[in-house]
């Protein structure tokens, strides 16, 4: 990937830890400018001192003006990875729904809203979503995860299918079980789910990396994620039927 992103104006949201401050190490090393965007002001600071990037902390979703003022007018390649993990069922509170969906999805929006005008004007941009298998399958016990992951995703899909011929760059990462504190909320369906086979951060950050040399789409740090996704589309019943069994087998051990 040398040279693709040499120099290049990046932000990163979320990128106080885990795979945020993954993707923010990569970048600087790959020798891009990288702004470190969390809300945890003081994590922020400490992955940007680190690499030699800069911290604008604060909520993602109105980062990108202070963002492109910090990197001397122009953002090259926006990392949307800042997310929530909610748990719950259909019974879960409104305002759960409501943060999943703001956060997963529609700091996405408005990001590529921000940031396509200047995009499409010079011809150039590559928008990075980080949406997890969950958007490509699901998760059991996490219906709004799941639900607004598959959001996530369906939002990247659209942008690469409506921009890609103006230069603009689309990449969906979607890992499995990753080492982070997200992993660490996601309690006993995380346990049975996702630890068994979870990755480091930096695994995710190759992935995109490699993702990016190749040009690129989706990237599925977990290649198995492949072959579920052809089962669930090709035989749904099956793969439900499937789902359904890991979902027994959860409530069996509550």
């Known amino acids: 990937m040398v040279g693709t992103?040499?120099?290049?104006?990046?932000?990163?949201?979320?990128?106080?830890?885990?795979?945020?401050?993954?993707?923010?190490?990569?970048?600087?090393?790959?020798?891009?400018?990288?702004?470190?965007?969390?809300?945890?002001?003081?994590?922020?600071?400490?992955?940007?001192d680190e690499i030699g990037g800069i911290a604008v902390p604060g909520d993602a979703s109105a980062v990108i003006e202070q963002a492109r003022e910090a990197l001397g007018g122009t953002v090259d390649v926006y990392c949307a990875n800042a997310g929530?993990?909610?748990?719950g069922s259909e019974a879960a509170d409104?305002?759960?729904w409501a943060r999943a969906w703001d956060v997963n999805v529609m700091a996405h929006v408005r990001a590529a809203h921000a940031l396509l005008p200047d995009w499409l004007e010079r011809g150039s941009g590559r928008f990075v979503s980080t949406v997890s298998a969950a958007g490509l399958l699901t998760m059991i016990g996490a219906a709004p995860y799941s639900v607004t992951k598959h959001?996530?995703?369906?939002?990247?899909?659209?942008?690469?299918?409506?921009?890609?011929?103006r230069g603009i760059k689309v990449h969906a990462i979607c890992p499995q079980g990753v080492r982070t504190d997200m992993l660490d909320a996601t309690g006993s369906a995380g346990d049975l789910v996702l630890k068994p086979t979870a990755i480091e951060p930096q695994d995710v950050a190759d992935a995109l990396f490699k993702g990016i040399a190749e040009d690129r789409f989706l990237i599925l740090p977990h290649p198995e994620v492949a072959g579920y996704y052809q089962v669930r589309a090709g035989e749904p019943d099956r793969w439900l039927a499937t789902m359904n069994h890991i979902q027994q087998k959860w409530e069996a051990a509550e």
């Not at 990288?34 to 809300?39: E, F, I, K, P, S």
């Open 84 to 87: 929530v993990a909610s748990g």
């Open 94 to 96: 409104e305002a759960v």
């Open 5 to 48: 992103v040499q120099d290049a104006g990046v932000v990163v949201t979320g990128a106080g830890g885990g795979i945020g401050a993954a993707l923010a190490r990569g970048f600087a090393a790959e020798g891009a400018r990288v702004v470190v965007n969390d809300l945890d002001a003081g994590r922020a600071r400490t992955v940007a």
């Open 151 to 165: 959001g996530a995703y369906a939002f990247a899909e659209w942008l690469s299918l409506t921009y890609r011929h």
